[in-house]
C-alpha cells in the first residue's frame, strides 16, 4: 500500500491529473464544498467516510487523492482509507495552498466558486 504527501499541492494535483482512473476525494463538509470545489471532486465529509464507503471507488487499485481546507482532515482520511485497502493514497493537503491559476474552483452548478 502506498500512502504519500504531496510534496506540495500543485505537484499533487497534476499527479492527479496525469492519471487515467484517479478518483478526487474532497473531505471538508458540504458548506464548504458548496462555497467552491474542484471539479470531479467528490465530496465526502471526513466524518462520514465510514458510512459512505460505497461512494469510493469499488477497486482498491484505484488511486485516490484527497484534500481538504488545511491539510489535517485530509491526511486523517487518506490513513483511513489505506485501512480500508486503498492501495494508491495521496494526500494533497489543503486548498490553503492552492494556486487558483492552477484550477478554477467551481460550485456544483459550475459557478465560480470560493474557498
Partial sequence: MRY??????????YDYLDR????????RSEEEYEA???RNAVNIPV???GRRT???PASKDVPVYSYCASGGRSRAACRYLNKLGYRDVTNLG???QFDPDLARLVKSDGSPGTM
Fill in 4 to 13: 504519500r504527501e504531496a510534496e506540495n499541492f500543485e505537484e499533487g494535483y
Fill in 20 to 27: 487515467d482512473e484517479a478518483f478526487l476525494l474532497d473531505v
Fill in 36 to 38: 467552491g470545489h474542484l
Fill in 47 to 49: 466524518g462520514k467516510l
Fill in 54 to 56: 460505497g461512494d469510493l
Fill in 94 to 96: 489543503g486548498l490553503i
